[in-house]
Structure formats: structure tokens, C-alpha cells
């Protein structure tokens, strides 16, 4: 996964209003501001896993 799609999936799920929070690598990667290493996908947790948000993405 590169950067752009994460990027593409968060404002999807922003646009949904959906509650989550980035997990894992990309998550670590995101406090530290950079990208560290190559990622092949993304952990996130739905905050309302049943909400329409979460179940569209």
C-alpha cells in the first residue's frame, strides 16, 4: 500500500463520518510524520464498526 492510498482511504472515511483510528505501521508512521518502511496494508479500528461509514469503506 503507498502512502496516496492511504491517504485516499482516510478522506473516503472522513467523508463518511466514520470513527476509527489508524493502527499498526501506518499509525506508528503517521505520529512520526513519515513514511519508514513499505507497508502492505492498514490496520484501523472503527470506533462503530456497524456504522454506515465503516461498512461503505
Do not use: F, K
Not at 496516496?4 to 467523508?15: E, G, N, P, T
Amino acid at each position: 500500500m503507498e502512502l496516496q492510498d492511504l491517504v485516499d482511504l482516510l478522506d473516503a472515511l472522513d467523508d463518511l463520518g466514520a470513527a476509527y483510528w489508524l493502527d499498526g505501521g501506518w499509525g506508528v508512521d503517521a505520529l512520526l510524520g513519515d513514511q519508514t518502511r513499505p507497508h502492505g496494508d492498514v490496520d484501523l479500528v472503527c470506533t462503530e464498526p456497524t456504522s454506515s461509514g465503516c461498512l461503505r469503506c
